[in-house]
């Protein structure tokens, strides 16, 4: 059974990167694509993008200027950066894995962790 | 690409059934097998319980059940219990692509 945990500061300033590590257990970093999702408080689930450890990627287009998503297969972990925050990147971030990626079905995700973006 | 149409919050009793839809474009819901669910509870990640339609992963109860008409995916709770009060999300592939676009969420209310 796949495991994940999100990791990285809760506070971030305007204009900043903001950057997540999401560390993968139970299953193999090569077996699966990586996404990451957010949640506004109060608000729905936003799609931000996709990595495989091939390489091959996918980004929500309103954020793709911004989004860099990593595989690092020697430490079992993928990342999420997002440059030049506003109090709108203010969310729970979510890593996830496609429980079957051809049908976009999320079956693995993280329990979440909350960024705020403040001065 | 706009987010899937749900309705904002819908309640029934405990036994009753109730429906959730899903509406969305010839682009994305109607396009698409690629139709999922999620359950939210408060404070919780989401939970799949619903893909491609109508199939449930292993270990989802089976009062759980989906369908798809048109640009409209539906899903549906029969038996309603108190822990099926959450957030339900749907989400869809956008046809021909991997970009993945959400529903708005649902309040399930059991009263």
């Known amino acids: 059974q796949v495991q994940l945990q999100e990791s990285g500061p809760g506070l971030v300033k305007p204009s900043e990167t903001l950057s997540l590590t999401c560390v993968v257990s139970?299953?193999?970093?090569?077996?699966?694509?990586w996404t990451w999702i957010r949640q506004p408080p109060g608000k729905a689930l936003e799609w931000i993008g996709y990595?495989?450890?091939?390489?091959?990627?996918n980004f929500n287009p309103s954020l793709k200027s911004r989004v860099t998503i990593s595989v690092d297969t020697s430490k079992s972990r993928f990342s999420l950066e997002l440059s030049s925050v506003t109090a709108a990147d203010t969310a729970v971030y979510y890593c996830a894995a496609y429980f079957d990626f051809w049908n976009g079905s999320l079956g693995y995700w993280g329990q979440g962790t909350l960024v705020t973006v403040s001065a | 690409q706009s987010a899937l149409t749900q309705p904002a919050s819908v309640s029934g009793s405990p036994g009753q059934s109730i429906t959730i839809s899903c509406a969305g474009t010839?682009?994305?819901?109607?396009?698409?097998?690629?139709v999922s669910w999620y359950q939210q509870h408060p404070d919780k990640a989401p939970k799949l319980i619903i893909y491609e339609v109508l199939s449930r992963p292993s270990g989802v109860s089976n009062r759980f059940s989906g369908s798809k008409s048109g640009n409209t995916a539906s899903l549906t709770i029969s038996g309603l219990q108190a822990e099926d009060e959450a957030d339900y999300y749907c989400?869809?592939?956008?046809?021909?692509?991997?970009?993945?676009?959400f529903g708005g969420g649902t309040k399930m209310t059991v009263l």
């Open positions: 989400s869809s592939y956008v046809s021909g692509t991997t970009y993945v676009v």
């Open positions: 990595m495989h450890y091939t390489g091959n990627t």
């Open positions: 010839s682009s994305d819901v109607g396009g698409s097998n690629s």
């Open positions: 139970g299953g193999s970093i090569r077996s699966y694509y």
